[in-house]
């Protein structure tokens, strides 16, 4: 079982940037795979960003070229970092992971997670 907290989220302007972070409670670097997803109101939760096991990402092609997704070993913690924002990038954003392997071409879908953290508000305005 493994404990997720996200930070990092507030208001900024369009074209702004906002780099989100997710605390694992346990090393998850070769062992889980993880993700970002977004939630905005009256909307369905869809998947912004993943990164397996070995560390290979895919990304919605909504934020291709913006957003990117990293993760720090030694610190047990999932990063996004989000460039060049707009209205359409508010959203309620969570990390999510899952222990093992998750097919590349899944890794943007909420229902392979097994657990989530409580969330990070992004505001973006202009």
């Known amino acids: 079982q493994v404990q997720l907290v996200e930070s990092g989220g507030g208001s900024v302007l369009t074209g702004g940037s906002l780099r989100l972070s997710c605390a694992a409670s346990?090393?998850?670097?070769?062992?889980?795979?993880m993700g970002w997803f977004r939630q905005a109101p009256g909307k369905e939760r869809e998947g912004v960003a993943g990164?397996?096991?070995?560390?290979?990402?895919t990304y919605a092609d909504s934020v291709k070229d913006r957003f990117g997704i990293s993760r720090d070993k030694g610190k047990n913690t999932l990063y996004l970092q989000m460039n060049n924002l707009t209205a359409e990038d508010t959203a309620m954003y969570y990390c999510?992971?899952?222990?093992?392997?998750?097919?590349?071409?899944?890794?943007?879908?909420?229902?392979?997670?097994?657990?989530w953290g409580q969330g990070t508000q992004v505001t973006v305005s202009s």
């Open positions: 999510a992971a899952r222990e093992g392997r998750v097919w590349w071409g899944s890794l943007l879908n909420p229902s392979q997670y097994t657990y």
């Open positions: 346990r090393y998850t670097s070769g062992t889980y795979s």
């Open positions: 990164i397996g096991r070995d560390g290979g990402a």
